[in-house]
T-cell receptor, first 114, second 116 residues
Framework: GENVEQHPSTLSVQEGDSAVIKCTYS??????FPWYKQELGKRPQLIID?????GEKKDQRIAVTLNKTAKHFSLHITETQPEDSAVYFC?????????????FGGGTRLMVKP | DVKVTQSSRYLVKRTGEKVFLECVQD?????MFWYRQDPGLGLRLIYFSYDVKMKEKGDIPEGYSVSREKKERFSLILESASTNQTSMYLC???????????????FGEGSWLTVV
């Protein structure tokens, strides 16, 4: 089955700096890659996603890039703010995955210092 | 706005007890899921359900069972709780995935279970 690895597990940045979180996946047939943000004590919520026919997608200060050849995708947050502090999860959905299940990475705890 | 509600936010149970975690969604979603969240391990799928009375094992089903008698409700059951089941449990739902790529999964607030 699909295996998703996420790095780093913790990331501390100064307010205003950029943050990058990287994920690799094992199933070359995977075709959907969402990112979820989980604030302390809250539910994970989708912040951005990308499909395999697209190389990059942006939404204001966040962007996701996908390299299908290398089987990795990354989340980029620019001009970080304290409210960006949260745990971020990447996920991948394999095309051969019965039930269209997502496999999640281990999570990255992002801390933005004011 | 999609609402996925988990009945209990915090529970403390004794080893060997039978535990029920309840989840209700109000968006008429066909698919429902139970995940377990542990530090460094991300979200791991325990069980999922395509629709009413349907259930499929996820990646870590051992020690768990589920029930989906009504479309809006998906219950996770720990038949005999053990200390290694101390964790955060997340319920989620989505519309049936008719496309080749995924659609959004909506999560509940989570249930913190401590087994002593």
């Amino acid at each position: 089955g699909e295996n998703v690895e996420q790095h780093p597990s913790t990331l501390s940045v100064q307010e205003g700096d950029s943050a990058v979180i990287k994920c690799t996946y094992s199933d070359s047939a995977s075709n959907y890659f969402p990112w979820y943000k989980q604030e302390l004590g809250k539910r994970p919520q989708l912040i951005i996603d990308i499909r395999s026919n697209v190389g990059e997608k942006k939404d204001q200060r966040i962007a996701v890039t996908l390299n299908k050849t290398a089987k990795h995708f990354s989340l980029h947050i620019t001009e970080t703010q304290p409210e960006d502090s949260a745990v971020y999860f990447c996920a991948a959905r394999g095309a051969n995955n019965a039930g269209n299940m997502l496999t999640f990475g281990g999570g990255t705890r992002l801390m933005v210092k004011p | 706005d999609v609402k996925v509600t988990q009945s209990s936010r915090y529970l403390v149970k004794r080893t060997g007890e039978k535990v029920f975690l309840e989840c209700v969604q109000d968006m008429d979603h066909e698919n429902m899921f139970w995940y377990r969240q542990d530090p460094g391990l991300g979200l791991r799928l325990i069980y999922f359900s395509y629709d009413v009375k349907m259930k499929e094992k996820g990646d870590i089903p051992e020690g768990y069972s589920v029930s989906r008698e009504k479309k809006e409700r998906f219950s996770l059951i720990l038949e005999s709780a053990s200390t290694n089941q101390t964790s955060m449990y997340l319920c989620a739902s989505r519309f049936r995935d008719r496309r080749t790529a995924g659609n959004t999964i909506y999560f509940g607030e989570g249930s913190w279970l401590t087994v002593v």
